[in-house]
């Protein structure tokens, strides 16, 4: 087997400021492409009619398909807000549901939202430098920056996870993690107040 990995996949260097990793290529999500994510229309139509920046940034790694195999994402979420919810990356499931993944905190400051597909439960743990998240299979993941600097993270998973947005993109997530007092705050979005 290790005749066929490729030896530029068999040991990696990255940064701390970015997801880029040599010349791979970089997944870039910009605010326009987060449509219907955030709670805040209002705010959301705002932010992007001054700017479209860089909300977040994953270079995936794929050394091998297969039984066994494993893949990883270094993503880098970079800080902000748009109305009181923090930045936050789309979300998904794996296609395959049982698939599970290990985030590894790197950088940075803030959390996963883990929403149970059958019984719609949902959590609020913590992702940051030092902590190391366990996401189990057949659970929604995204990641929410709540803190002031970059929240860098490798996420590692089967090979063949693969993803599923098509669920999170219809129903969103059932909770919102918004500021309240300085606060990373879990509310359910359909009794959200927007503006308190
Ligand atoms: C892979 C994984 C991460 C995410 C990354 C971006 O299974 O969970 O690498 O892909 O955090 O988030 P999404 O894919 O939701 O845009
Ligand atoms: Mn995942």
């Known amino acids: 087997m290790l005749n066929l990995i490729h030896p530029s996949d068999l040991s990696v260097t990255h940064g701390l400021d970015s997801a880029r990793i040599g010349t791979r290529p970089l997944v870039q999500r910009r605010l ?19 700017d479209n920046p860089l909300i977040y940034a994953v270079t995936a790694v794929e050394p091998a398909a297969g039984d066994g195999q494993l893949h990883y994402g270094l993503g880098v979420l970079y800080p902000g807000r748009v109305g009181d919810e923090y930045h936050l990356t789309k979300g998904h499931h794996h ?6 993944e290990v985030y590894v905190g ?26 190391v998240v366990y996401v189990p299979g057949h659970t929604a993941h995204r990641t929410i920056n709540t803190g002031a600097e970059p929240l860098v993270y490798l996420g590692i998973y089967p ?12 129903r969103n997530f ?16 359909a009794v959200l107040s927007l503006r308190p």
């Not at 326009?32 to 001054?50: I, K, N, S």
């Not at 296609?95 to 599970?100: D, L, M, Q, Y």
């Not at 063949?160 to 993109?169: R, T």
């Open 159 to 170: 090979a063949n996870a693969g993803h599923d947005y098509a669920v999170v993109g219809q």
């Open 95 to 100: 296609a395959h549901r049982p698939a599970a």
């Open 32 to 50: 326009a492409d987060l449509r219907g994510c955030f709670a805040d229309v209002p705010a959301y139509e705002a932010a992007l009619a001054r």
């Open 106 to 131: 790197l950088a940075g400051a803030g959390a996963m939202l883990l929403e149970d597909e059958a019984t719609g439960e949902s959590r609020l743990v913590p992702l940051a430098r030092n902590t």
């Open 174 to 189: 059932r909770q919102v993690v918004v500021d309240r007092g300085g606060l990373p705050t879990l509310v359910e979005r």
